[in-house]
Nanobody, 121 residues
Framework: QLQLVESGGGLVQAGGSLRLSCAAS????????MGWYRQAPGKQRELVAG???????NYADSVKGRFTISRDNTKNTAYLQMNSLKPEDTAVYSC???????????????WGQGTQVTVSS
């Protein structure tokens, strides 16, 4: 059974920083893209940042220059470094990964349970 476990959320003042981690565990043959999404109360879930297994990244315009996504393929882990946090960054942040658990199976999406990030003004 494959699991994505996030950590690193919490409460921080505006202008502060947090680092989120997303570790994949279980039967893993290959991980393709990984990404961080967020959902604030009353809003739709949005992509915050994504990274391919080759290291190419993409970001939402609202976080460019403040957030950095990275991954350690040896640890099956993705990270989201969040700097200069703003109150509007407050949301539940969830990790997503495209994972192949067997060589002959297709990639499928897996999600973590989510971690709360709260930025106070």
């Amino acid at each position: 059974q494959l699991q994505l476990v996030e950590s690193g959320g919490g409460l921080v003042q505006a202008g502060g920083s947090l680092r989120l981690s997303c570790a994949a565990s279980g039967t893993i043959f290959s991980i393709n893209a990984m990404g961080w999404y967020r959902q604030a109360p009353g809003k739709q879930r949005e992509l915050v940042a994504g990274i391919t297994n080759g290291g190419s990244t993409n970001y939402a315009d609202s976080v460019k220059g403040r957030f950095t996504i990275s991954r350690d393929n040896t640890k099956n882990t993705a990270y989201l470094q969040m700097n200069s946090l703003k109150p509007e960054d407050t949301a539940v942040y969830s990790c997503n990964a495209e994972v192949k658990t067997r060589a002959w199976w297709p990639y499928r999406d897996y999600w973590g349970q989510g971690t709360q990030v709260t930025v106070s003004s």
